[in-house]
Nanobody, 116 residues
Framework: QVQLVESGGGLVQAGGSLRLSCVVS????????MGWYRQAPGKQRELVARITAGGSTTYADSVKGRFTISRDNAKNTVYLQMNNLKPEDTAVYYC??????????WGQGTQVTVSS
């Protein structure tokens, strides 16, 4: 059973930083793409950032220059370093992975709250 365990969310003041982590376990297949999505109250889930097995990255325009996604393949872990956080970054952040067998999995979500 593939499991994704997220950590690192919390409450921070505007301008502060947080680092999210997501550890993937139980997969018999290698991980292709890893990413972070977020969902604010009353809004649709949206892509924040993702990174391929080769290291190519994609970011939402709203987080470019502030967030950095990275991965440690040896640890099956993806990170999201979030700097200069804004109140509009407040959301539940979800880890997402796509395996090379094309199966996709989601984490349970971690709350990020940015106060003004």
């Amino acid at each position: 059973q593939v499991q994704l365990v997220e950590s690192g969310g919390g409450l921070v003041q505007a301008g502060g930083s947080l680092r999210l982590s997501c550890v993937v376990s139980g997969s018999a297949f290698s991980i292709n793409r890893m990413g972070w999505y977020r969902q604010a109250p009353g809004k649709q889930r949206e892509l924040v950032a993702r990174i391929t097995a080769g290291g190519s990255t994609t970011y939402a325009d709203s987080v470019k220059g502030r967030f950095t996604i990275s991965r440690d393949n040896a640890k099956n872990t993806v990170y999201l370093q979030m700097n200069n956080l804004k109140p509009e970054d407040t959301a539940v952040y979800y880890c997402n992975v796509l395996l090379f067998n094309l199966q996709e999995y989601w984490g349970q979500g971690t709350q990020v709250t940015v106060s003004s």
